[in-house]
């Protein structure tokens, strides 16, 4: 290990005021920045949960429809022409819409539904914890999710309530299926979700298209654009991105999130910079003894990017076991914070940018050294 | 007749010509006016003369620190016009080894990281230079405080680490600036005394500065500096022991 190594390791810990300080900014500004790209990541992946769970290889939209939550509908005879495309196998109708629940306290609370055909394998509720998807084939039966409980006012299995006018009875419950947009989610048999949410017999929101076994996507898709041009056939993946590009960057939260971060390196950067440059300044007659010795400006440079690198590592560490508990607090809540490989892997290499940026100015006051100052000090 | 002797030896450093000009506008001030200077191999030569007479400044130009504003110098033959900062340290690095009247060791590091230190710059590193390290410690007599830091150390063992780092990459020129100015009087003669064993030994030329008559027995050759110029130059006495390993 060279000794500029050590040299680095000893002065940052010989002040330790000044280390404090340098991980208190480290370690805000990578939390922050780690916070907002996990919401940024939790986000886009709420956002699309639906489009993530439905069983299709193709979606038919409504031509420019934004986003799964988009109330634009599609006209019913659109099924036949799609089930009359070489390639599709089934087409499975889905309507959603906002709806109004209403509590037997008489309150009133708006609901999102999702009506989809259950005897097709289309847009079903999962993790179902009590009840089943079988029982939602009942009369009135529908199915909610069980952090939502307080707010629809039912306490599980066999509880009733209102919507929009029609008496509704809980016969499936689910367990974390969260909405961002914090209106519960109310799963239904099709037909009854048309009562619920107003959608005529004549339309329907998504036909959720199977393809045969060997069937061209590109091919079907153009087949279908053309027979039906009205409409859209997005792959799963084109309607996660569509819906989380309209959610995050439509709505201006993304760039909220990346601003917030952007901040955060900011801060960070000026506090490490601020520290590293007072260490510097202290250990100014080391550097220009180093100087006097006849090292080199590199071996110099090399004490304080040693000094950076071992500040952004112990403060990495720190932020991401904080980071794992806002993880662990959040992954229940309506928008959790998601932390991947790639995500820790690219705040690693922002903290240790960071920390070698905030180098700069220190590595400018050790240029001027005059090693001629050792023989007055 | 010593005199003579340190004449043919080899010169180390080299200065011809030098004017020295520092500080700018109303603060300039000619430092070095005209000065010839040859420090040669194997003797310690003693600059002695008032604070302010430009002792330090001829140290810093002789020693690659500063480049001379008129004049020239040479470090072992090579001469050093035209060079930058960086060729300059490099200079320093392979030729030249400093002490300081303020020890500058390093707080955070040892007494042997210290010494270190000093090869570690020069890229070397692993087992050889530990124990060159150790060597040169054991040499000024600290054999036994390797691990100390140098707030555990007197100021003339603090001084004894420093001349250990200065010759632990053996240096051609060892530049001493007032060395014993910090020590009291015992101290200050056994830094002397391994200073003047040290240009004996290896065949270096030590240059000491600095104004105490106590330093002059040790000298093979005592110049004086008054107000930038070198005004006097007499052999010294230079312990009995020594002359006559270096005359025979
Ligand atoms: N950086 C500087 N700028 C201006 N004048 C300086 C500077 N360094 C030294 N001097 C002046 O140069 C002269 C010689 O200084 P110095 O070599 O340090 O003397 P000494 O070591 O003999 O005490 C002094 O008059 C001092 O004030
Ligand atoms: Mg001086």
Known sequence: ?377 | MSRNLYAMAQPVLEAKGLTQVLGSGAAKVRALKDVNFTLRAGELALLMGPSGSGKTTLLSVLGCMLTPTVGAVSVCGKSTAGADAEELARLRREHVGFIFQSYHLFSTLTALENVQLALDVRGRRGNDAESRARHALVRVGLAEKFAATPRELSGGEQQRVAIARAIVSDPSAVLADEPTAALDGENGQSVMTILSTLAKEAKRGVLVVGHDPRLMPFADRIISIADGRLVDERSGTGPPRLRAAGGS
């Open chain 1, 1 to 377: 290990m060279p000794l500029n190594f050590t040299l680095a390791l000893r002065n940052l810990f010989h002040d330790r005021l000044r280390f404090v300080a340098t991980m208190v900014g480290i370690v805000f500004s990578v939390v922050l920045v780690l916070v907002q790209m996990g919401l940024y990541l939790g986000f886009g992946r709420v956002v699309s949960t639906m489009i993530d769970h439905a069983s299709a290889d193709l979606w038919i939209v409504r031509q420019g429809t934004k986003c799964f939550e988009d109330p634009s509908l599609l006209d019913a005879h659109v099924r036949d022409d799609v089930l009359a495309t070489a390639g599709v196998a089934s087409a499975v109708p889905v309507v959603i819409g906002f709806s109004d629940w209403r509590l037997p306290s008489g309150e009133m609370t708006p609901v999102f539904v999702v009506g989809t055909d259950l005897n097709a394998n289309g847009l079903h509720p999962w993790n179902v914890t009590a009840g089943s998807i079988k029982a939602l084939a009942n009369d009135k039966a529908v199915a909610v999710d069980q952090t939502y409980f307080k707010r629809l006012g039912v306490s599980g299995i066999g509880s009733t309530a209102d919507l929009r006018g029609r008496p509704v009875r809980v016969s499936a419950v689910t367990d974390g299926i969260r909405s961002f947009t914090t209106t519960p989610y109310v799963f239904a048999d099709l037909k009854r979700a048309r009562d619920y949410t107003g959608v005529p017999s004549n339309k329907l929101s998504y036909l959720l298209v199977k393809l045969k076994p060997g069937a061209d996507v590109a091919q079907v898709q153009r087949a279908l654009h053309s027979a039906i041009p009205s409409t859209e056939a997005l792959t799963r993946a084109a309607f996660r991105d569509r819906s989380r590009n309209f959610w995050l960057f439509g709505t201006g939260a993304g760039a909220a999130l990346f601003a917030g971060a952007l901040l955060g390196l900011i801060v960070g950067t000026v506090i490490v910079a601020q520290t590293l440059y007072s260490s510097t300044k202290d250990h100014i007659d080391e550097f220009a003894t180093l100087r006097a010795l006849g090292s080199s400006n590199a071996y110099i440079y090399r004490v304080i990017i040693y000094q950076a690198l071992l500040s952004a590592a112990i403060g990495f560490c720190f932020a991401a076991v904080i980071g794992f508990i806002v993880v662990e607090v959040t992954t229940k809540g309506a928008l959790p914070v998601v932390i991947t490989p790639a995500l820790i892997a690219a705040i690693f290499g922002l903290t240790v940018a960071m920390c070698i940026a905030s180098a700069f100015a220190a590595i400018l006051r050790v240029l001027r050294i005059d090693p001629v100052m050792v023989f007055t000090r």
